[in-house]
Nanobody
Framework: QVQLVESGGGLVQPGGSLTLSCAAS????????MSWYRQAPGKGRDLVAR???????IYDTISVNRFTISRDNAENTVYLQMSSLTPDDTAVYYC?????????WGQGTQVTVSS
């Protein structure tokens, strides 16, 4: 079955950096678009960044110039490098795989930006 396991979340100070990882299994990773979403307390789940199967990247205005999404098809892993973090980036970050027209989600990893 499809599994997406996020890791790398934690507590970071404002201005700091963090890299999230999402290890995927159970589907053909290299043929899937992969995305990172986030959900802050009391808010909806919003797209942060997407990388298509061809490597095209798409960023939300909140993440462009600060975050970088990348993928390693040999390791079936997608990454989200985050820098210049602010308290507004505090949220649960979710990995999503879009494969065969179906979206699959990981369990999420908490990122807290606080001094």
């Amino acid at each position: 079955q499809v599994q997406l396991v996020e890791s790398g979340g934690g507590l970071v100070q404002p201005g700091g950096s963090l890299t999230l990882s999402c290890a995927a299994s159970g589907f053909t990773f290299r043929l899937s678009d992969m995305s990172w979403y986030r959900q802050a307390p009391g808010k909806g789940r919003d797209l942060v960044a997407r990388i298509t199967l061809s490597g095209t990247t798409i960023y939300d205005t909140i993440s462009v110039n600060r975050f970088t999404i990348s993928r390693d098809n040999a390791e079936n892993t997608v990454y989200l490098q985050m820098s210049s973090l602010t308290p507004d980036d505090t949220a649960v970050y979710y990995c999503q795989a879009m494969t065969d027209g179906t979206a699959y989600w990981g369990q999420g990893t908490q990122v807290t930006v606080s001094s």
